[in-house]
Nanobody, 123 residues
Framework: QVQLVESGGALVQPGDSLRLSCAASGFTSDYYAIGWFRQAPGKEREGISCISSSDVTTYYADSVRDRFTISRDNAKNTVHLQMNSLKPEDTAVYYC????????????????WGKGTLVTVSS
């Protein structure tokens, strides 16, 4: 019913930029928050960014603040994550997740998940 599809992952060099997209479909509510999470090799999954419904609030983890920017296009049911100044430690599978709420929440609060897209930052 609800489907989230990430796209944009690639192999890039340190310092490069990349834009990830999360397309949501099958969700009939007008209000939902979408977050981005990532899981690096050997690490736990972490939340890196989230945007509330209608851009009420945004969240950034300290590790990506000032480098990543989250945005949403409600008309297209799409959320983007612009990633600049990528570092090798940004290498991870990136997931988007949807919460049936106005506001962002923790991982356990997310109702639907995409399958992820791989970002590899290496020289």
């Amino acid at each position: 019913q609800v489907q989230l599809v990430e796209s944009g992952g690639a192999l890039v060099q340190p310092g490069d930029s990349l834009r990830l997209s999360c397309a949501a479909s099958g969700f009939t509510s007008d209000y939902y928050a979408i977050g981005w999470f990532r899981q690096a090799p050997g690490k736990e999954r972490e939340g890196i960014s989230c945007i509330s419904s209608s851009d009420v609030t945004t969240y950034y983890a300290d590790s990506v603040r000032d480098r990543f920017t989250i945005s949403r296009d409600n008309a297209k049911n799409t959320v983007h994550l612009q990633m600049n100044s990528l570092k090798p430690e940004d290498t991870a599978v990136y997931y988007c997740a949807l919460r049936d709420s106005w506001y962002c929440g923790a991982q356990d609060d997310m109702h639907y998940w995409g399958k992820g897209t791989l970002v590899t930052v290496s020289s």
